[in-house]
Structures are given as structure tokens and as C-alpha cells.
């Protein structure tokens, strides 16, 4: 966990912020001319001085003209001086977001996510809050589409698809009710599902599903939390729990959402599951009435491979069934019935 995170808001800077949100007072706006270096216009904060603040505004501008002359590590360390030595200042947050910028450009992912997560952790009413968490999103997806961070800015590192899904956790994390918000959690998802970790990735669409229900991405949670349960699925052999919530998954995206492009995509997932579970069920009457002669249990499980697929060639194979328990329980031979050889695919 990024260490940024345990950093409390300063208190000089927590009046500031009280001053610039009082009724007729504007914040102040950092603007950058080239030939008067960053001026400090307009709101409660225009023309205030003293030396910490004079000192900051020369780093600022060393710092800004190292950056034009594209000597980028002079300008990093200028910003990070103004950062560390004067966190309430008004340069401090422009600062910060510049250090991003250029490690961005060098593609030191790490570091520029880490410099945007300062700004909002230290500075959450930035009125560039939204370019931020835009900037956090892209560097998060470019690391999970197997972006390769470069050590120094110079030399290209390993693959960091796992930072990435931290990332858009981060991303949820400091915006959770704006638009990046659900992209954020399916990528979450995508990002479980490329690492192959089916149960993170089935936590991820539970709570997308709970926590944006109104997306335009829910009805895609719905569909692929029921694949997602399918693809645990072991055979009629194991426990058929994956297969019920599968079931149960597949049902609800039908219902909820009718009209979707995806209905028979989902209605086929469905066919497979309730098939899945009817087979397994005919397995345990079976062998309740070949081995156990226990016909009670038989008929029991007979029964609900009927209940859980009606329709089905194994509904119907199970009523044959039944009949040869009714036949055995009273006293009548009967013979076991072949089974056909199937292929069951799911």
C-alpha cells in the first residue's frame, strides 16, 4: 500500500481551503507566463508573499524553465524541493502534478501515479480533481493492457498487470461515485480474470452489481459473474454450487435485462447449467438405486433432475427411471436401463 495514503490534510492548507469555498471569494489561479514566470491571479490567495512563498515561486520557475529547455531531471527535483519544503504552499499542488506529467512521459508509471495520488490525498478540492483521476485511470489501464515501466525513464521492466489492478482500485477508492468509477471495478474484473483468479474476479462483479446497479454496465456484471461461475464448474460428479449461482446469475440477466443484445448468449449459459445440474442429480439417484437400494433417495433425486430441467432429454430419462423404482419397490425385476453415450459440453 502507497505510504501517501497515512498523510493528513495540513491545516494551513485546510483553512485555505475553508477561505476559498466562503461566499464572493474565488480560488486563486496558478498561471504560467513565459515571460514572467508563474503569477498567482485572482482569489483570496493573489499578491500574498513572505519569503517561503517568494522562495517557492523561484523553484517554480527554475523549475518550469528547466522544463522548457527539456532538461526534465532538474525540472523533477526543482518541483519535488517546492513539494517537501513547502506543502502548503499554492505551488506545491501544480508542482506535484508536473513531477506527474514528466514521469508519465518517461513511462515511470509508478512514480507519476504516485505524485497524482499526493495531489489528491493532500489536496482534495484541487479543481483539477477529475483530470486527475482521468490520469490515474489511463496510467492503471495502460499497466493491465501489459504496459512496461521503464527503470530511470530509460530502460523497459517487466510487465506490472497486478499495480495495475491496485491502481483501479485507487481509482474507486478516491472517486467512487463519479463515471470512472464502474470502469474502474470491470477492469478490476478484467484484470482477475487475465491473471486467471476466477474467485477475485467473481468478488469484483459482486460488487458492481451491488454498488452501481444503474450502470450501463451492469447488465455485462450480470452475464459474466454467471460465466464466471460456470467456468468453476467440475462436472456432475462435484458439488454443484458454481453451478446454482450460474444458474441463479443467468436467470436474473434474462429477467433484469430482456431487450439486451447478449439474451441468447445468456439463454444458451443457461441451457448448459440447468443440463449440468439435472445430470448430476440423475448421478446421485442412480446410485442411491443401483448400489444403495435405497429407493426412497432414488426417487428423491430422480424427481429433481426433473424439477431442475423439465424440458430436458434428462427429465425425460429420469421418468423412465422413476418408473423402474416404482417397478423395484414392489417386488418386480427390472433390468437397468442403458444409458446412451453423451458428450455433455458446457
Known amino acids: 500500500m502507497l505510504s501517501f495514503l497515512s498523510r493528513r490534510l495540513p491545516l494551513g492548507l485546510l483553512l485555505a481551503s475553508v477561505l476559498a469555498c466562503l461566499p464572493g471569494r474565488l480560488p486563486a489561479e496558478l498561471v504560467w507566463h513565459r515571460l514572467t514566470g508563474w503569477q498567482v491571479e485572482g482569489g483570496v490567495l493573489a499578491g500574498s508573499g513572505g519569503p517561503e512563498g517568494r522562495s517557492a515561486l523561484t523553484l517554480m520557475n527554475r523549475a518550469r524553465l528547466a522544463e522548457e529547455r527539456r532538461n526534465v531531471l532538474s525540472a523533477i527535483r526543482a518541483y519535488q524541493k517546492v513539494a517537501k519544503k513547502y506543502p502548503n504552499s499554492i505551488y506545491t499542488p501544480e508542482a506535484l502534478q508536473r513531477i506527474a506529467r514528466l514521469r508519465l512521459a518517461r513511462k515511470q508509471y509508478f512514480d507519476a501515479f504516485e505524485a497524482y495520488q499526493q495531489v489528491i490525498g493532500r489536496y482534495p478540492n484541487t479543481k483539477h480533481f477529475n483530470d486527475i483521476i482521468g490520469e490515474q485511470y489511463r496510467i492503471a489501464a495502460t499497466l493491465l493492457d501489459g504496459g512496461r515501466p521503464r527503470l530511470w525513464g530509460l530502460i523497459p521492466s517487466f510487465t506490472a498487470?497486478?499495480?495495475?489492478?491496485?491502481?483501479?482500485?485507487?481509482?474507486?477508492?478516491?472517486?467512487?461515485?463519479?463515471?470512472?468509477?464502474?470502469?474502474?471495478?470491470?477492469?478490476?474484473?478484467?484484470?482477475?480474470?487475465?491473471?486467471?483468479?476466477?474467485?477475485?474476479?467473481?468478488?469484483?462483479?459482486?460488487?458492481?452489481?451491488?454498488?452501481?446497479?444503474?450502470?450501463?454496465?451492469?447488465?455485462?456484471?450480470?452475464?459474466?459473474?454467471?460465466?464466471?461461475?460456470?467456468?468453476?464448474?467440475?462436472?456432475?460428479?462435484?458439488?454443484?454450487?458454481?453451478?446454482?449461482?450460474?444458474?441463479?446469475?443467468?436467470?436474473?440477466?434474462?429477467?433484469?435485462?430482456?431487450?439486451?443484445?447478449?439474451?441468447?448468449?445468456?439463454?444458451?449459459?443457461?441451457?448448459?447449467?440447468?443440463?449440468?445440474?439435472?445430470?448430476?442429480?440423475?448421478?446421485?439417484?442412480?446410485?442411491?438405486?443401483?448400489?444403495?437400494?435405497?429407493?426412497?433417495?432414488?426417487?428423491?433425486?430422480?424427481?429433481?433432475?426433473?424439477?431442475?430441467?423439465?424440458?430436458?432429454?434428462?427429465?425425460?430419462?429420469?421418468?423412465?427411471?422413476?418408473?423402474?423404482?416404482?417397478?423395484?419397490?414392489?417386488?418386480?425385476?427390472?433390468?437397468?436401463?442403458?444409458?446412451?453415450?453423451?458428450?455433455?459440453?458446457?
Not at 450501463?216 to 459473474?225: N, Q, V
Not at 454450487?241 to 450460474?246: C, D, G, L, R, Y
Not at 417397478?327 to 458446457?346: I, Q, Y
Open 161 to 346: 498487470r497486478n499495480r495495475g489492478i491496485e491502481y483501479f482500485e485507487y481509482v474507486l477508492v478516491n472517486a467512487p461515485f463519479s463515471d470512472y468509477a464502474p470502469l474502474a471495478l470491470m477492469n478490476v474484473v478484467r484484470g482477475h480474470l487475465l491473471m486467471k483468479d476466477t474467485e477475485d474476479a467473481i468478488n469484483a462483479l459482486d460488487r458492481m452489481i451491488n454498488n452501481y446497479p444503474q450502470s450501463l454496465l451492469a447488465p455485462e456484471a450480470y452475464l459474466r459473474l454467471a460465466q464466471a461461475h460456470a467456468s468453476l464448474v467440475q462436472g456432475p460428479d462435484y458439488d454443484q454450487a458454481s453451478t446454482q449461482e450460474a444458474i441463479t446469475y443467468y436467470e436474473d440477466f434474462m429477467i433484469l435485462f430482456p431487450n439486451d443484445v447478449k439474451i441468447s448468449e445468456a439463454a444458451k449459459g443457461l441451457d448448459a447449467m440447468k443440463k449440468q445440474l439435472a445430470r448430476s442429480k440423475m448421478k446421485m439417484a442412480d446410485f442411491y438405486f443401483y448400489k444403495r437400494s435405497d429407493y426412497v433417495a432414488a426417487r428423491v433425486f430422480y424427481n429433481e433432475a426433473i424439477t431442475a430441467y423439465p424440458e430436458s432429454d434428462v427429465a425425460k430419462l429420469a421418468k423412465v427411471q422413476l418408473a423402474a423404482v416404482e417397478a423395484r419397490a414392489a417386488g418386480k425385476p427390472v433390468e437397468k436401463t442403458p444409458h446412451k453415450k453423451r458428450f455433455w459440453l458446457f
